[in-house]
């Protein structure tokens, strides 16, 4: 298995599986045209972050998006993961931590991240737990959001 960054050519495949991720954990189905444009966008302007992918035999197993937040208290980009989302048949296989590794290390050699966040929905407790697994804890804070 390879761990690469994401690339045009994958387009179709972060937006399957981000239609997939919408609907497994929130019901939704997301508006395909909208959808292609935000992965596209963020597939070229890497400032607004990047996707990763899982790679085995020419298929994607696995991919998440890490965006940035400026911290002016800590003079680092938090880095935010997003649309994580791991085939079915490919979970609990340690494709996630390999992705999350790679996360860090990409951090690392950009001078580093003031930390790694991630929403997870509160009654997704397998997902808490792999995160858990890797060293990660429930934040302090709690989000509130106008739409």
């Keep these: 298995m390879q761990i690469r960054q994401g690339q ?5 495949a ?3 599986f981000n239609q997939a991720m919408a609907y ?5 189905t997301l508006d395909e045209q909208v959808l292609s444009m935000g992965v596209n966008t963020l597939l070229e302007t890497p400032e607004k ?16 998006m890490v965006t940035f937040e400026w911290s002016d208290w800590r003079a680092k980009d938090y ?3 997003q649309s994580v989302y791991i085939r079915p048949q490919n979970r609990r296989q340690g494709i996630y ?3 999350y590794q790679a996360v860090k ?7 580093g991240a003031a930390s790694f966040r991630l929403y997870v929905e509160q009654e997704n407790t397998q997902a808490q737990l792999t995160y858990q697994a890797l060293g990660m804890q429930q934040s302090y804070y709690l989000m509130y959001e106008e739409k």
């Design 105 to 111: 290390d990409i951090a690392e050699q950009n001078g």
């Design 8 to 12: 045009l050519s994958d387009l179709n």
């Design 97 to 99: 931590a390999k992705l």
């Design 24 to 28: 497994e954990t929130e019901g939704l």
């Design 79 to 81: 880095y935010w993961i």
């Design 14 to 16: 972060l937006v399957q």
């Design 49 to 64: 972050g990047f996707y990763l992918v899982a790679e085995a035999e020419g298929e994607i197993l696995g991919s998440l």
